[in-house]
């Protein structure tokens, strides 16, 4: 079986959010993976990035309609939109923005620029 690329494992980072599966999520990243959510909070480590797939302000799974993947070296940028469910608002839809750098086959940071949509 090849050994799967960085795009492979962005598809599967995905998967996992869809489906809040948190060790399919775990197993793309880094021990010291950092995940800088911008104008919001920056995770460090495994544990905390945990933490953050279900935060608790929000029901139920994502929808994530990834639009756009660009590759270029050990960067992988992906675009798209979103819908959620906020505990205290309702519905509500994004689009996002996020960075994937990889090291050693395994995503080590991820910035995420997250705009809300009307």
Request: proline residues 7%; negative net charge.
């Amino acid at each position: 079986m090849p050994e799967a690329t960085q795009r492979d494992l962005v598809d599967e980072y995905f998967a996992g959010f869809r489906a809040s599966d948190h060790p399919r999520i775990l197993a793309t990243l880094t021990d010291d993976v950092e995940w800088v959510i911008h104008g919001h909070r920056t995770t460090r480590g495994r544990t905390e990035f945990d933490g953050e797939i279900e935060n608790p302000a929000f029901a139920g799974s994502p929808q994530l309609d990834v639009q756009r993947v660009h590759e270029d070296g050990p960067v992988v940028v992906v675009t798209g939109e979103g819908r959620g469910v906020s505990v205290a608002h309702g519905p509500f839809r994004f689009a996002f923005n996020d960075l994937f750098t990889f090291r050693d086959g395994l995503i080590a940071r991820v910035d995420s620029y997250v705009v809300p949509l009307p």
